[in-house]
């Protein structure tokens, strides 16, 4: 499981920006939790509503490492995988052997000793450094789990890229041009109208084990919905002719 918080949107009328904060499954790119909040929500405060899994991992970049919210994953049997802030103050308790090779540098357990993490977090942490080799970056990880491998733990983290193409795909995809209304129930509703749409999508295209992009499926949903075919047939008489032909007039369909 994967917390992604970014800013997705603006009020047109009022120019106050709207924020959509959502859990997404990395297994299968499906939001679990969206949570629709004004611009002036910190992005962090949405720890608080979370319902932690027991067994779950949840992935958070650095802008979400607040100690004291993350203090409460441990009792609730939950992991979490961050990145490190590079002024973040420590002491190394222990070393684990390595393998270089690899990319991990180093695997330690730390308690943290600056002013405002020590007494937040008193408990103990893993920290793994590791090299990406293909991108030339350092990258240091924080966890409260201490099972996993050290080189499966940077591969795990390595999934929260799957939330940086759902947005864009979202935002290209679904188009939210503009609010039908400006009050807090007509945008949340247009915005989770938006999303249900993804998520029956992926669905569809599961259920149906479809060869097919999501934005296809929907490119032909778009100039079909109207028609009494069954969906399989819909699917399978699609060629790249009637894309061409329809596809550019009834996409808008789509757009909320």
Same mark, same amino acid.
């Given at each position: 499981?994967?917390?992604?918080?970014?800013?997705?949107?603006?009020?047109?009328? !009022?120019?106050?920006?709207?924020?959509?904060?959502?859990?997404? +499954?990395? !297994?299968?790119?499906?939001?679990?939790?969206?949570?629709?909040?004004?611009?002036?929500? #910190?992005?962090?405060?949405?720890?608080?509503?979370?319902?932690?899994? =027991?067994?779950?991992?949840?992935?958070? /970049?650095?802008?979400?490492?607040?100690?004291?919210?993350? +203090?409460?994953?441990?009792?609730?049997? =939950?992991?979490?995988?961050?990145?490190?802030?590079?002024?973040?103050?420590?002491?190394?308790?222990?070393?684990?052997?390595?393998?270089?090779?690899?990319?991990?540098?180093?695997?330690?357990?730390?308690?943290? &000793?600056?002013?405002?993490?020590?007494?937040?977090?008193?408990?103990?942490?893993?920290?793994?450094?590791?090299? /990406?080799?293909?991108? +030339?970056?350092?990258?240091?990880?924080?966890?409260?789990?201490?099972?996993?491998?050290?080189? &499966?733990?940077?591969?795990?983290? !390595?999934?929260?890229?799957? @939330?940086?193409?759902?947005?864009?795909?979202?935002?290209? #995809?679904?188009?939210?041009? =503009?609010?039908?209304?400006?009050?807090?129930?007509?945008?949340?509703?247009?915005?989770?109208?938006?999303?249900? @749409?993804?998520?029956? @999508?992926?669905? @569809?295209?599961?259920?149906?084990?479809? /060869?097919?992009?999501?934005?296809?499926?929907?490119?032909?949903?778009?100039?079909?919905?109207?028609?009494?075919?069954?969906?399989?047939? =819909?699917?399978?008489?699609? +060629?790249?002719?009637?894309?061409?032909?329809?596809?550019?007039?009834?996409?808008?369909?789509?757009?909320?």
């Amino acid at each position: 499981m994967c917390l992604s918080l970014f800013p997705w949107g603006q009020f047109r009328r !009022r120019k106050s920006a709207v924020k959509l904060h959502t859990l997404l +499954d990395v !297994r299968g790119s499906i939001p679990t939790s969206v949570y629709v909040t004004g611009g002036q929500v #910190h992005d962090v405060k949405l720890l608080d509503e979370l319902l932690l899994e =027991a067994g779950a991992f949840y992935l958070l /970049d650095r802008g979400y490492v607040d100690f004291a919210r993350l +203090d409460a994953f441990t009792p609730a049997w =939950a992991f979490f995988l961050t990145r490190a802030k590079k002024n973040m103050q420590f002491y190394r308790r222990s070393s684990r052997p390595v393998e270089p090779p690899t990319g991990v540098r180093c695997d330690q357990t730390i308690l943290l &000793t600056g002013v405002r993490t020590a007494q937040p977090y008193p408990d103990r942490l893993r920290r793994i450094h590791y090299f /990406d080799a293909q991108k +030339d970056s350092r990258l240091t990880f924080l966890t409260n789990n201490f099972l996993l491998p050290p080189l &499966t733990i940077a591969q795990l983290y !390595r999934a929260r890229w799957q @939330v940086e193409l759902f947005f864009p795909w979202i935002k290209q #995809h679904l188009h939210i041009k =503009a609010f039908y209304g400006t009050s807090e129930n007509a945008v949340k509703t247009q915005v989770r109208v938006a999303l249900s @749409v993804h998520v029956l @999508v992926a669905m @569809v295209k599961k259920q149906l084990g479809l /060869d097919l992009s999501l934005y296809k499926i929907l490119q032909i949903l778009s100039v079909t919905i109207f028609e009494k075919t069954p969906i399989l047939e =819909a699917f399978s008489n699609f +060629d790249d002719e009637t894309e061409n032909l329809n596809l550019g007039k009834h996409l808008n369909l789509f757009e909320f």
